[in-house]
């Protein structure tokens, strides 16, 4: 079977978005201790091991942006990441594990690397992911992170990662959020929109709501935690409220929007929690690519460990897999 | 099994099986088990199955302990007890740390046990019973090192007989013997007979660290065998269980002078406000009546939403129920496992059976539950009015009630709408709100924003019939540690009091202008019902009349008392202003009292009236500065334990001292914010009711003090017996110490009995008035944004 990422973004409808709706997200109440709580015993109610825990992590292969976004990113740097997408396991796990294809969901890198990425993965079905609008801070002009977003898509992207401005959300001034994210999101056009709201800036979880619902009331096809570049990444409980108003803006609206964890995701066990979560809050279908993004740099190699060891019965060595 | 590429498609959790090995291992090489006496274990003489009430499996056999085996380990009990208490508390902590420990050593194996015997979740056992079992040895091992210094002139009651429920078997386990050891008594426990063999492992433990033999016995067997243990020859019982049997218990240890906590059911109220984190407290009701299988006695069973947000609250809800997952309790990831054994589940089919048929709704998840075993579906009622037979009785399953309220009066009315009073959840992000309605819950655990959070450092026990007493921090160490009692004071027996008219014993001069003493009710002198009244005589002569009071009385001061609820929410302050200024006018009138206390043949007459108006000082004093503490609990909680008042109490005085006996009891009373029912002496009521005009001038609300006189017992019989009076103090003679107990297991109200004592001296006053005269209501109130 083909188990790889493309044709991510087919299977839902896109979201429109709506005129700004304040009273959707006005008064929502959120206790910080007990998302927390829920967050905490998420992965001590469910686990997957064998067989099981050995699908669900080739499946966070296939829902993973593999990222490279530092100042020092070459366009050799990045080809090497593209073939690492394009072949993410070694020939012998996948043997063993009993699959012909599978690739990541996405390769992720900053503008002026989309036209190597998108040359590297030719022929791949894997669709190149860029950032833009002034990444990570996203403290430019708007008509500058505008055109980023169309010289971006002009070289090929086929998603757009971009930021939003935070002093909005600290402001309060949920007119100027929207405008901005429903601008971004035209000018990407038939690039899928991923709307970042960089949570560890905005520090309470009743903003994060409120961000995560001007984004996808602005038309986000996603909505996605963080740059990477915050002092505090992904974490469970913000992923948690996320996913609550992504089913709320969802219950109102019908449209399906996706959901991308980024930053501070290293290892296997990371994986398997925010699937755990996944499935959890929103079921199946937000553990397919078109709905799920893992935003990782690193993770893929604990990944491919674990599936060794899975695999051999003996406990690998990163030396003996191809570096990302 | 299915391939990567099957998975692939389903996404499913698959099988995570908890491995059991060790623990079969264990079980198969003891086979039969005995009691554990005397530091070993007894041959197990007539023995009954253990089961797995997940798969039917016989897991070990146990001993049915009888009258005999009970008696055996009393007496081991019985002559360790000295040598314990005589150990340093710090070499009590040793052994306390020591069993903390090898606890912590053994925690996957006695989870294991726990899952295989009761038929929780590993999850539950693993990660919730055993970490708190740990966590509450750890703690009171810190209690037994500081003792003396915490609790000076406090001391080990004795032997102390154990009774605990099948729903925590380990952990009710460690409640109970981690502050019974501390304290520096002995323990006889009896586990459930559905759920013997974590306590046995237990056993194994102690015999493993070496602890000295006879401190610890642990006797299995029925309720035929708890019955032995209540009737034996200990100090205390401490029970945990069903109020049926909390009764029973309270009857069988009335008059025995038995110390006696009770920690029983419960129907918790679950309060969601609009404000809510409505996914917050769906969670919670997960944690709360989803829990352990519902098999919790503080679960919140009854949930109060409010209507604004009931249609979005019961659509999350619903989808949260579908996402549960039922089945093995040793899979990882079972969030529902089986329920205890057949007789439960039959118990829960036909509550919830009878629900429906009552005109409820059952929502239930749609789970497939495994083909044998004792399983039951988590669910919850809708349409379920507060007549319905589930709205009124503990299912102790999963199944909750769903109803809505309008504001948050009708939320509190509801959720005060049982007899029990054990706990009570509150969900609002307005502190203002939850913190108003936490302090009006009568409930002893309240928990904001959250629910089922348990420390060792906190209190927790019920109010009403979900029983008295506390285990768990500074609160549940009191209750296993008693002061030297107070040297009883014999008391002249009265005789029966007479209506008749007594002719040719005029008390005084033709000048005369009678006095009659009615009775006090509602802050206003009331003829008796019975329109009797008697002779209260003085070395032979009748010095006045007083009112020869009735049931009728006593129920129309109680219903008085509880008009005066006002008393309760004054504060300290308020409450000290009154009783200093009760404390100025009787010294106005130190002479005229004086003079009738001689009159009525009171042996120092100047003294009582000058230690009665000191005690008004004492207790003005305490009114406002009686309170709480801040309870070291978890990370970012606020822990309160607040003392509060019972509400209504009745207190019958002692015969001696009329003055200073009825002021002694009456003041620590009210000084909490207590509304009491008193009946003064009754062979000298009039110096009680010539406080009446004292009372009046001292600006104490009419109804904070209500007296009837007449006949002691006859009028106490009526409070013990009402449902509406929360406790009762009493001092006399054992005939009705024995009957005020006994009687007051009708609503198992709070009861102190005690013989007359020397009240001018140190045992007339003191802080132990003032514990007797409150509960502890430990409210949880997490922070953190």
Redesign the interface.
């Known amino acids: 079977?083909q188990?790889d990422g493309s044709g991510s973004g087919t299977n839902s409808a896109r979201n429109a978005g709506v005129p700004l709706q304040v009273d959707w997200f006005d008064?929502i109440?959120?206790?910080?201790?007990?998302?927390?709580?829920?967050a905490a015993?998420l992965t001590?109610?469910?686990?997957?091991?064998?067989?099981?825990q050995?699908?669900?992590l080739?499946?966070a292969i296939r829902c993973m942006d593999l990222t490279t976004l530092a100042g020092d990113d070459t366009e050799d740097r990045v080809r090497r990441l593209c073939a690492k997408a394009a072949r993410p396991l070694a020939d012998p796990i996948m043997a063993g594990?009993?699959?012909e294809r599978l690739t990541t969901g996405a390769v992720c890198v900053y503008p002026t690397m989309v036209a190597a990425a998108a040359r590297a993965l030719r022929g791949t079905g894997i669709p190149v992911a860029s950032v833009a609008t002034g990444f990570p801070a996203g403290l430019m002009p708007l008509d500058l992170r505008l055109a980023e977003i169309r010289y971006a898509v002009n070289q090929g992207a086929d998603e757009i990662d971009i930021v939003i401005t935070r002093a909005h959300v600290l402001d309060g001034n949920w007119a100027a959020l929207h405008d901005e994210v429903a601008a971004m999101r035209e000018a990407c056009g038939a690039a899928h929109m991923k709307a970042i709201l960089a949570t560890g800036d905005l520090?309470?979880l009743r903003n994060v709501y409120k961000a995560s619902m001007v984004a996808m009331q602005a038309g986000a096809d996603f909505i996605k935690t963080s740059t990477g570049k915050e002092g505090v990444n992904a974490t469970l409980p913000v992923s948690l409220v996320m996913l609550?108003a992504l089913r709320d803006y969802g219950e109102r609206t019908g449209w399906r929007i996706g959901f991308k964890p980024a930053g501070g995701m290293k290892t296997a066990k990371d994986a398997l929690a925010w699937?755990i979560l996944m499935?959890?809050e929103l079921g199946?279908d937000w553990?397919r690519p078109d709905l799920f993004r893992l935003g990782a740099s690193s993770m893929l190699a604990d990944i491919e460990r674990q599936l060794d060891h899975h695999v051999t019965g003996r406990y690998a060595a990163s030396f003996r897999h191809a570096l990302a | 099994?299915?391939?990567?590429?099957?998975?692939?498609e389903?996404?499913?959790?698959?099988?995570?099986p908890e491995a059991a090995g060790e623990v079969t291992t264990w079980l198969a090489a003891r086979g039969t088990f005995g009691h554990y006496i005397d530091g070993a274990f007894t041959g197990p003489g007539t023995a009954f199955e253990s089961l797995n009430p997940a798969t039917g499996e016989v897991l070990a056999r146990v001993a049915q302990g009888s009258a005999a085996d009970v008696a055996a380990a009393v007496k081991a009990a019985r002559a360790a007890q000295p040598g314990w208490a005589r150990l340093a508390g710090h070499e009590r902590a040793k052994w306390l740390y020591a069993l903390a420990r090898h606890v912590q050593k053994r925690e996957r194996f006695l989870a294991v046990l726990e899952t295989l015997d009761n038929g929780k979740p590993i999850?539950e056992s693993r990660?919730i019973d055993v970490p708190l079992v740990a966590r509450h040895f750890y703690h009171h091992a810190g209690w037994a090192e500081m003792l003396e210094e915490e609790f000076p002139g406090q001391g080990a009651i004795g032997v102390c007989g154990q009774i605990i429920p099948w729903n925590f078997p380990l952990l009710m386990l460690a409640w109970k013997i981690a502050p019974a050891l501390a304290a520096g008594n002995t323990v006889v426990l009896k586990p459930a007979e559905q759920t013997p063999l974590t306590a046995l492992a237990f056993a194994e433990i102690c015999a493993e660290i070496g602890l000295p033999k006879g401190v610890v016995n642990i006797v299995t067997g029925d309720g035929e065998t708890g019955a032995a243990l209540v009737a034996a020859e200990v100090d205390k019982i401490a029970f945990t269980g069903s109020t049926e049997i909390g009764r029973t218990i309270r009857k069988a240890t009335a008059g025995r002078a038995v110390k006696l906590t009770l920690e029983l059911g419960g129907k918790s109220p679950f309060v969601v406000f609009a404000?809510?984190?409505?996914?917050?407290a769906v969670?919670?009701v997960v944690d709360a009546i989803w829990f352990n299988q519902g098999q919790v006695c503080c679960a919140g069973s009854r949930i109060l939403v409010a209507e604004a947000v009931a249609g979005a609250f019961e659509k999350r809800l619903q989808a949260r129920l579908g996402?549960l997952r039922v089945g093995d309790p040793l899979d990882?990831?079972t969030?529902v496992g089986a329920i205890v054994d057949a007789v439960q589940l039959a118990r829960i089919r036909e509550l919830v059976a009878q629900g429906e048929a009552q005109g409820a709704t059952l929502h239930q998840a749609e789970a497939q539950l495994p083909a044998s075993g004792c399983f039951f579906a988590p669910g919850y009622f809708t349409n379920v009015a507060p007549a319905n037979v589930v709205s009124e009785v503990e299912i102790f399953g999963p199944v909750a009630t769903l109803t809505t309220f309008r504001t948050p009066d009708e939320a509190v009315a509801l959720a005060n709408n049982t007899r029990y009073g054990l706990a009570a959840s509150i969900w609002s992000?307005n502190i203002s709100l939850a913190l108003d309605v936490a302090a009006k819950v009568k409930a002893g655990v309240v928990w904001v924003?959250?629910t089922n959070v348990f420390d060792a450092g906190a209190g927790f026990g019920g109010y009403r019939e979900s029983g008295f007493g506390r285990e768990g921090g500074r609160e549940g160490m009191r209750d296993y540690l008693a002061a030297p009692r107070p040297k009883a004071q014999p008391e002249a027996e009265t005789g029966r009091l007479d209506a008749a008219p007594h002719p040719g014993t005029p008390a005084k001069g033709a000048a005369h202008i009678d006095r009659t003493a009615k009775l006090y009710i509602g802050g206003a002198q009331k003829r008796p019902d019975s329109g009797y009244s008697y002779a209260v005589l003085a070395k032979g002569r009748e010095i006045g009349l007083a009112g020869l009071g009735n049931r009728k009385d006593i129920r129309n001061a109680v219903e008085a008392a509880h008009k005066a609820a006002g008393w309760g929410g004054a504060t300290g302050h308020n409450r000290a202003q009154v009783l200093y200024y009760l404390a100025e006018n009787l010294s106005a009138r130190e002479r005229e009292f004086t003079d009738s206390l001689k009159a009525a043949g009171v042996a120092k007459p100047a003294l009582e009236v000058a230690c009665a108006i000191r005690r008004a000082f004492y207790y003005a004093a305490q009114a406002d500065k009686f309170d709480g503490a801040v309870h070291a609990t978890k990370t970012?909680n606020v822990t309160l334990a607040m003392p509060e008042p019972f509400g209504v109490m009745g207190i019958a005085c002692p015969d001696a001292a009329p003055l200073l006996g009825f002021l002694s009891l009456v003041l620590p009373a009210i000084a909490m914010g207590n509304r009491v029912v008193a009946l003064p002496a009754a062979s000298m009521p009039l110096a009680a009711t010539d406080l009446y005009q004292v009372f009046d001038t001292s600006d104490l609300p009419g109804g904070v003090v209500n007296i009837v006189t007449g006949t002691r017992d006859e009028l106490a019989l009526t409070l013990a017996r009402h449902d509406d009076v929360a406790a009762i103090w009493y001092c006399g003679g054992s005939a009705g110490r024995s009957m005020v107990e006994s009687e007051s297991a009708g609503n198992l109200k709070s009861t102190w009995t005690f013989a007359n004592r020397d009240w001018h001296g140190a045992d007339g006053q003191g802080r132990e008035f003032l514990l007797r005269a409150t509960q502890v209501k430990n409210i949880w109130v997490?922070?953190?944004?």
């Open positions: 079977m188990t008064q109440a959120v206790n910080t201790q007990a998302a927390e709580r829920r015993t001590t109610r469910r686990t997957v091991k064998k067989q099981w050995a699908a669900w080739v499946n594990l009993g699959l520090k309470t609550r699937q499935k959890e199946n553990l | 099994m299915p391939s990567v590429t099957d998975i692939l389903t996404m499913d959790y698959g099988p995570a999850r990660d404000d809510a984190d409505l996914d917050a969670e919670g996402k990882k990831s969030d992000e924003n959250s970012s997490p922070y953190g944004e």
